[in-house]
């Protein structure tokens, strides 16, 4: 995949780091040439200094031939205008915006451009973090509607159907780790004692999750 990122700050460099080393082709821009030594983008990185809504200068980074264009730098109106610029102009398949403001989200949405709100998105990080007992939470789909947890099997469910927390429309456990391999649970899986279990659910789903894991005798 050839993909053009729009600012080399922390989030940049370390995407671009990322998808060097998954075997993409990356362009990373910056109108600071100093951002490609305090945040070094990977030897395999084409760099451009200049301004991410520069037709000119995105002609000259290839992104005719761009699969992605991904705006990250530290300005929300840069982002929204270069990404309006590649999405609108060149017609690049897949286009993301950063904002930090989340009130925009919905106004961008409207242009079709998908955006990542990371004050929105740490927010409800660090809630369920508070919330919730969980060795791992992740947003998944949605803007967060619909969760991804990652929970050990409590004693009381040992030995019982991988479905007995299922709840249509709310809870679907999708996989089953166990002992370093994992798979996907059919209704004959029963839970043995240290699987974990990958748990889909919406995100007012969690409480009834929490009551599920529960003993019985702690619902009282």
């Known amino acids: 995949m050839r993909v053009l990122i729009m600012g080399c700050g922390r989030v940049g460099s370390e995407l671009s780091l990322a998808l060097l080393e998954g075997g993409h082709d990356?362009?990373?821009?910056?109108?600071n040439p100093e951002a490609f030594?305090?945040?070094p983008p990977g030897d395999g990185a084409r760099q451009m200094v200049g301004l991410g809504f520069d037709r000119?200068?995105?002609?000259?980074?290839?992104?005719?031939d761009a699969d992605a264009f991904i705006?990250?730098?530290s300005g929300d109106n840069s982002n929204i205008v270069s990404a309006r610029v590649a999405l609108e102009?060149?017609?690049?398949?897949?286009?993301?915006?950063?904002?930090?403001?989340?009130?925009?989200?919905?106004?961008?949405?409207?242009?079709?451009?998908?955006?990542?709100?990371?004050?929105?998105?740490?927010i409800k990080q660090i809630q369920l973090?508070?919330?919730?007992d969980r060795e791992e939470i992740r947003e998944s789909l949605g803007g967060g509607d619909i969760?991804?947890?990652?929970?050990?099997?409590?004693?009381?469910?040992?030995?019982k159907p991988a479905n007995t927390l299922n709840v249509d429309g709310k809870i679907l456990v999708a996989g089953v780790s166990r002992g370093g391999t994992g798979f996907l649970p059919t209704p004959d899986s029963t839970l043995q004692a240290g699987d974990y279990l990958v748990v889909m659910m919406v995100k007012d789903g969690l409480e009834m999750l929490d009551q599920q894991l529960e003993p019985?005798?702690?619902?009282?």
């Open 89 to 122: 102009h060149f017609h690049v398949p897949k286009v993301i915006a950063r904002i930090y403001d989340p009130r925009r989200a919905e106004i961008y949405g409207r242009l079709n451009i998908p955006t990542v709100a990371t004050t929105t998105w740490g």
């Open 37 to 39: 030594w305090r945040y």
């Open 147 to 159: 969760l991804r947890v990652r929970v050990p099997v409590p004693a009381h469910l040992i030995g």
């Open 129 to 132: 973090m508070l919330l919730h």
């Open 71 to 73: 705006a990250v730098s």
């Open 26 to 31: 990356v362009t990373i821009i910056d109108k």
């Open 56 to 64: 000119e200068l995105l002609e000259e980074a290839g992104i005719k």
């Open 216 to 220: 019985a005798s702690e619902h009282h």
